[in-house]
């Protein structure tokens, strides 16, 4: 998986190279996706080290059961949400927050106690990314 990461980090590195310099702003839009994935590239190499100095010792773990069906629906939700964002049905932020909000339902089986956090999260990390996108690296956010 880290391998598969890092080969998708490395062609957004090729992809963004040729990107020129901002007009208005001094970093232009480069730098924020090149230091994503040579950030990402780092972490999936800090994981990999310790995997190919010494044998992996697999000890069972009683308290984790895989849930595949639980991957594929946050893959297909995430799939929804970037097909969706493409439409531009809904700006970035209520999208986001819906996607957050939907996606940690789901994950924590929608209990009750947990969907005032969830939707707390989803609200402050849609706004914020938001705010910090538009305001701090002045991206252009797909919106309506």
Same mark, same amino acid.
């Given at each position: 998986?880290?391998?598969?990461?890092?080969?998708?980090?490395?062609?957004?590195?090729?992809?963004?190279?040729?990107?020129?310099?901002?007009?208005?702003?001094?970093?232009?839009?480069?730098?924020?996706?090149?230091?994503?994935?040579?950030?990402?590239?780092?972490?999936?190499?800090?994981?990999?080290?310790?995997?190919?100095?010494?044998?992996?010792? @697999?000890?069972?773990?009683?308290?984790?059961?895989?849930?595949?069906?639980?991957?594929?629906?946050?893959?297909?939700?995430?799939?929804?949400?970037?097909?969706?964002?493409?439409?531009?049905?809904?700006?970035?932020?209520?999208?986001?927050?819906?996607?957050?909000?939907?996606?940690?339902? +789901?994950?924590?089986?929608?209990?009750?106690?947990?969907?005032?956090?969830?939707?707390?999260?989803?609200?402050?990390?849609?706004?914020?990314?938001?705010? @910090?996108?538009?305001?701090? +690296?002045?991206?252009?956010?797909?919106?309506?």
């Amino acid at each position: 998986m880290a391998a598969a990461f890092i080969a998708g980090c490395l062609a957004v590195l090729w992809e963004t190279r040729d990107i020129p310099p901002g007009t208005f702003e001094p970093l232009g839009s480069a730098p924020v996706p090149q230091g994503v994935a040579a950030l990402i590239i780092a972490l999936c190499l800090a994981v990999i080290a310790p995997a190919l100095r010494r044998p992996a010792e @697999v000890a069972p773990d009683p308290g984790y059961t895989p849930r595949p069906l639980d991957a594929a629906m946050v893959a297909g939700l995430t799939i929804a949400y970037v097909a969706m964002m493409q439409a531009r049905l809904l700006d970035f932020a209520p999208l986001t927050a819906l996607f957050l909000f939907v996606t940690i339902a +789901f994950l924590t089986r929608l209990r009750l106690r947990a969907m005032p956090t969830a939707a707390l999260v989803a609200v402050v990390t849609g706004w914020g990314c938001q705010y @910090v996108f538009t305001r701090v +690296f002045v991206v252009d956010l797909p919106g309506l």
